[in-house]
């Protein structure tokens, strides 16, 4: 396991992709939620965005990095699914932790209008928010460290998560998770 992640249950990557693939991503996801509403939903977690499991161009990421997860966690990944969000002004992410198949997650900025910590908890207990810059993303270990949003005060936040699980740990069984 990465030494970073395990002192601190998160790590930021500048450039987990560029800023412009970053906005590239954010003006299809855009796109589709004003051509394709019909492949959005709204989940209890965050009731007033859009979401979207497995959208075709956030697997295909999630796919494309499972090398370089691997290589930062020291250990073979395997990916579990994709899940992405528009967030909407006032939408709240209660604080939680997430199942097995997010045993390690990326949060991924994709876009917005207006910035928004997203907070992790250290094993210290000690609280951090991060604002993320389109193409930075957070590497979590999802079912340890609490995370949360405060309101969100802008109109448009394009995220997207990533889920893996470790290819020789106890949630590998998670690979290719469709139970959202």
């Known amino acids: 396991?990465?030494?970073?992640?395990?002192?601190?249950?998160?790590?930021?990557?500048?450039?987990?992709?560029?800023?412009?693939?970053?906005?590239?991503?954010?003006?299809?996801?855009?796109?589709?939620?004003?051509t394709n509403p019909?492949?959005?939903?709204?989940?209890?977690?965050?009731p007033q965005s859009f979401a979207v499991y497995n959208y075709q161009h956030f697997v295909k990421l999630l796919c494309e990095?499972?090398?370089?997860?691997?290589?930062?966690?020291?250990?073979?990944?395997?990916?579990?699914?994709?899940?992405?969000?528009?967030?909407?002004?006032?939408?709240?992410?209660?604080?939680?932790?997430?199942?097995?198949?997010?045993?390690?997650s990326v949060t991924l900025n994709l876009g917005s209008d207006h910035p928004w910590n997203i907070y992790m908890t250290k094993p210290n207990e000690e609280s951090v928010g991060i604002d993320?810059?389109?193409g930075q993303a957070i590497i979590y270990q999802g079912m340890i460290s609490e995370h949360w949003r405060d309101a969100y005060e802008g109109n448009n936040?394009?995220?997207?998560?990533?889920?893996?699980?470790?290819?020789?740990?106890?949630?590998?069984?998670?690979y290719g998770d469709r139970n959202i």
């Open 1 to 34: 396991m990465n030494n970073e992640l395990e002192a601190n249950n998160y790590i930021v990557v500048d450039n987990f992709i560029t800023p412009e693939k970053a906005k590239e991503l954010y003006n299809i996801f855009f796109h589709d939620l004003k």
């Open 38 to 46: 019909q492949i959005f939903t709204k989940d209890p977690q965050c």
């Open 65 to 104: 990095k499972v090398s370089f997860m691997s290589a930062i966690m020291n250990e073979p990944m395997l990916p579990t699914y994709s899940y992405a969000r528009i967030y909407q002004h006032g939408e709240v992410l209660t604080k939680h932790t997430d199942r097995p198949s997010c045993e390690i």
């Open 132 to 134: 993320l810059k389109p």
């Open 157 to 174: 936040y394009g995220q997207v998560f990533l889920h893996y699980v470790k290819g020789d740990g106890i949630y590998w069984n998670h």
